[in-house]
């Protein structure tokens, strides 16, 4: 049943800096990552793009973000209901910058703390700690510009940081947020993730029986806590009872509890009073008291259920939601085109045999290469009057075209009423019109005689 035992080769707390330093390396290099131009994930309210998988999507595309969202809250669900609160312990940023701060700067580099392995007392006041705030600053500065990149690309933020008085709101947001960190890190501590974190607060309802979580073994420690979480002893009185009372796994504990107190809301996973309790207990030849699993499986001495109906749901629907944003991304149109008619329903030339109907169409050219566009329209008795030639537009560039259609014979098919005629465009790149082609729906309208006759009399 236990996580690890004292012959285990790798504690959890240096399987997670592993994984803290992975993440980090990925977060600062893949803005910096490109595939014709594209970023692997950018949402540019600069240039009102959105690009996924090293694809740009204009705003106009953005019935992708719904799948987004979905997705990102069904990861949650499914996460939250297998793990528990592991993203706080394994990867949430604020997690990882306070162990950054506490375990590296405070204790590693200035030896403000005495031990990592001692989380309850605070750092020694100190000149150091003015040293520690100075190399957490220019941290924060960085993990400010970092989160930035994902909607200010590397290589138009560095463009702008030139002169930074012309983008005070790119400068104010990076200040404000590294402002932020330097206050949450240094002042606000594991009390941002026990008080204010969201996810804190709606977790909870998201367990069950078999979501996996540090859990005291009770039948083989002891009890410490009565039924009302009131300490009954701060070392079991039991003859079989295995806890020794060193608190190690209180003392490691960042947000400052003790686990044997049973399930609580501040337990981020981080899994640190597993191996204090791991290398305790392994100099007595015993397992762990805290393993990484359910209650229920604790209790009844067996495996975790990892495949139960929430979970399977959930994943089910996870997979689903990646397909259909799959599905829609390849959908991608390579060009865009609103067709939107003028306020004049026509124009009557030639003593009514030359019926016109003007249109605004604006173009956008969402490839990453230039193309020259044209376009035709899918009716028999209806021609293009202008523009008479392709245009080039170049990539991401838009263009409004005044488009007129004339009528090459008489469409008329009421006396005294207009005809109202369904017409599709279909504009396309010349130079691709295999890959980059799009249809418009749009009216026609042709005058009756009657409205032929009262146009010329005017």
């Known amino acids: 049943m236990s996580a690890c035992n004292s012959n285990c080769s790798t504690p959890y707390s240096k399987k997670r800096y592993i994984t803290y330093g992975i993440l980090t390396v990925i977060s600062l290099v893949l803005p910096f990552i490109r595939i014709g131009g594209n970023h692997f994930f950018l949402l540019s309210f600069d240039k009102k793009q959105l690009h996924l998988f090293f694809t740009a999507f204009d705003m106009q595309e953005l019935y992708l973000m719904p799948f987004l969202l979905i997705m990102l809250f069904l990861g949650i669900f499914f996460m939250t209901t297998l793990g528990g609160r592991v993203w706080c312990g394994w990867t949430c940023p604020q997690t990882i910058f306070r162990v950054i701060y506490r375990d590296w700067i405070e204790t590693s580099l200035l030896g403000l703390r005495k031990s990592v392995k001692n989380k309850q007392k605070e750092s020694k006041n100190s000149p150091k700690k003015i040293i520690a705030v100075?190399?957490?600053?220019?941290?924060?500065l960085i993990a400010a510009s970092n989160f930035t990149w994902y909607f200010i690309p590397p290589e138009d933020f560095f463009k702008y940081m030139q002169n930074p008085m012309e983008?005070?709101?790119?400068?104010?947001?990076?200040?404000?947020?590294?402002?932020f960190l330097i206050y949450d890190i240094i002042l606000l501590k594991e009390d941002f993730c026990i008080y204010v974190c969201p996810y804190a607060r709606v977790q909870s309802v998201m367990y069950d029986e078999e979501t996996i979580a540090a859990v005291y073994n009770e039948k083989r420690g002891g009890k410490?806590?009565?039924?009302?979480?009131?300490?009954?002893?701060?070392?079991?009185?039991?003859?079989?009872?295995?806890?020794?009372?060193?608190?190690?796994?209180?003392?490691?504990?960042?947000?400052?509890?003790?686990?044997?107190?049973?399930?609580?809301l501040e337990c981020i996973n981080c899994l640190e009073c597993v191996d204090a309790c791991t290398k305790v207990m392994g100099k007595l030849g015993k397992e762990s008291l805290i393993d990484w699993a359910s209650s229920t499986a604790v209790e009844e001495n067996r495996k975790t259920k990892f495949l139960r109906f929430r979970t399977i749901a959930y994943g089910i629907a996870l997979v689903v939601a990646l397909i259909a944003l799959f599905m829609m991304g390849a959908t991608k149109e390579h060009m865009l085109l609103n067709v939107n008619r003028t306020t004049q329903l026509y124009k009557i030339k030639d003593d009514g045999k030359n019926v016109q109907n003007a249109y605004t169409f604006l173009f956008q050219n969402t490839d990453a290469k230039d193309h020259k566009y044209y376009f035709e329209v899918e009716h028999k008795g209806l021609s293009i009057k202008k523009p008479s030639e392709p245009f080039t537009l170049k990539a991401g560039a838009k263009l409004k075209k005044i488009v007129i259609l004339k009528a090459d014979k008489n469409l008329s098919v009421h006396d005294e009423k207009d005809t109202i005629l369904e017409i599709t465009i279909k504009a396309f790149a010349v130079d691709d019109k295999e890959k980059i082609v799009v249809k418009r729906e749009t009216t026609f309208i042709y005058p009756s005689p009657y409205s032929v006759k009262t146009y010329l009399n005017k």
């Open 167 to 179: 983008h005070t709101v790119l400068l104010g947001v990076v200040l404000g947020i590294t402002a």
């Open 224 to 264: 410490i806590y009565d039924e009302h979480k009131n300490l009954i002893n701060s070392k079991p009185t039991g003859e079989t009872d295995e806890c020794t009372g060193c608190e190690a796994c209180v003392k490691i504990c960042p947000t400052h509890i003790d686990i044997r107190k049973g399930m609580q």
């Open 134 to 140: 100075g190399i957490w600053s220019i941290i924060s």
